[in-house]
């Protein structure tokens, strides 16, 4: 099983990450419009409805500021820590997961994902480590 990782974007008007295995396609933030979210995949030839969830660093506009209109236009499902979800509006969305530092994310059948604290202004931010079902890992 392979891993790919293809950033759609990063800088202060957005960021995200695709992370895709041949069953799973993950969005490691979603800072864009529903629009630029939609164009950036288009050009990888997929739909937003493809994305299986989206795992959010931390609730700072250009990394989270979009992932509302994902979950209401395309029920793609969420996951973040308490803070960020508490500071996005998100805390009464039924398609949201809180997860606590160190906790493993395995809502994914074939990626285990497991966020850690990272130092960022004023935000609880967390970086992923993540593991294939297939042995591959890296952090994002």
Known sequence: MTLRITHL???SRGNSTLLETEDVKVLVDQGFSGAQLQKRLGLLGINPEDIDCALISHHHGDHGGG???AM???DIP???NYFTA????LLNKE???IF???DRIEALTDVTFLPFPVPHSGAENVGFSIVTKGGDKTCV
Do not use: H, M, Q, S
Request: neutral net charge; contains cysteine.
């Open 9 to 11: 974007g990063t800088g």
């Open 67 to 69: 992932v509302e209109i």
């Open 72 to 74: 209401k236009k395309w």
């Open 78 to 80: 969420v996951k973040c």
């Open 86 to 89: 508490e500071k996005l509006g």
């Open 95 to 97: 398609n949201l997961d």
């Open 100 to 102: 606590d530092n160190l």
